[in-house]
């Protein structure tokens, strides 16, 4: 089975940056990824990591460590439409995502 | 494209209803899979299925809950008996290679609201 952690809310500032962490235990690990979830909506796809490392995209990155089954998502220069639920998901040896509970970033102005 | 199509959005039934979702995929992608989402639970996968062949339903909570997919742009999933505890938002998603990754990537469709008095 899966297991993920990650906080369950968490409060920025317009133009600050914020780190969201995730921990894991799975049986395999065939990826991580990140999708974010505004309220009422759809998650959507924001980053995916495979390999140990930093992965960048614009004001998102999203880092990964295999070894100690961690990753994290940073989000840079905070905009207030990016108020929104984080996931984090895991694709174990099984091949199935398996979602974390989300965690709430609330941006104040 | 549009994107994955589910319908319908929102639904209101009485416990002992049937209830039907519906799911469009977007065409071209050859899995499709449903989840649960609630706040206690968070988002659940229930069964997904992958070329029309259905290939994990471990997820799927009891027998009052089935699946089918008929064909490549077509999916629904059936709660008979529903009751209260049923009441959730259920998404299709389906996948797709993402270019840039590698990554087998989810396409969500915006969800069925489902409440179950």
């Known amino acids: 089975g899966q297991n993920i952690d990650q906080p369950t809310e968490m409060t920025a500032t317009e133009g600050a940056i914020v780190q969201i962490n995730c921990t894991y235990q799975?049986?395999?690990?065939?990826?991580l990824f990140w999708y974010q979830q505004h309220a009422g909506e759809a998650p959507t796809f924001l980053s995916y990591?495979?390999?140990?490392g930093l992965e960048e995209k614009g004001r998102f990155s999203s880092f990964l460590s295999r070894s100690k089954g961690y990753s994290y998502l940073l989000l840079k220069e905070l905009q207030m439409k990016d108020s929104a639920s984080y996931l984090c998901?895991?694709?174990?040896?099984?091949?199935?995502?398996?979602f974390g509970a989300g965690t709430t970033v609330t941006v104040r102005a | 494209d549009a994107g994955v199509i589910q319908s319908p959005r929102h639904e209101v039934t009485e416990m002992g209803q049937e209830v039907t979702l519906r799911c469009k995929p977007i065409?071209?992608?050859?899995?499709l899979f449903w989840y649960r989402q609630t706040m206690m639970r968070g988002l659940e996968l229930l069964i997904y299925?992958?070329?029309?062949?259905?290939?994990?339903d471990s997820g799927m909570p009891e027998d009052r809950f089935s699946a089918k997919m008929p064909n490549a742009s077509f999916s629904t999933l059936k709660i008979q008996p529903s009751e209260p505890r049923d009441s959730a938002v259920y998404f299709c998603?389906?996948?797709?290679?993402?270019?840039?990754?590698?990554?087998?990537?989810?396409?969500f469709g915006a969800g069925s609201r489902l409440t179950v008095l």
């Open positions: 998603a389906s996948s797709l290679v993402d270019s840039h990754s590698g990554a087998n990537v989810l396409t």
């Open positions: 799975t049986s395999g690990f065939n990826g």
């Open positions: 990591n495979v390999l140990d």
């Open positions: 998901a895991v694709k174990g040896g099984d091949y199935k995502l398996s």
């Open positions: 065409s071209g992608h050859n899995s």
């Open positions: 299925f992958n070329n029309n062949v259905p290939i994990d």
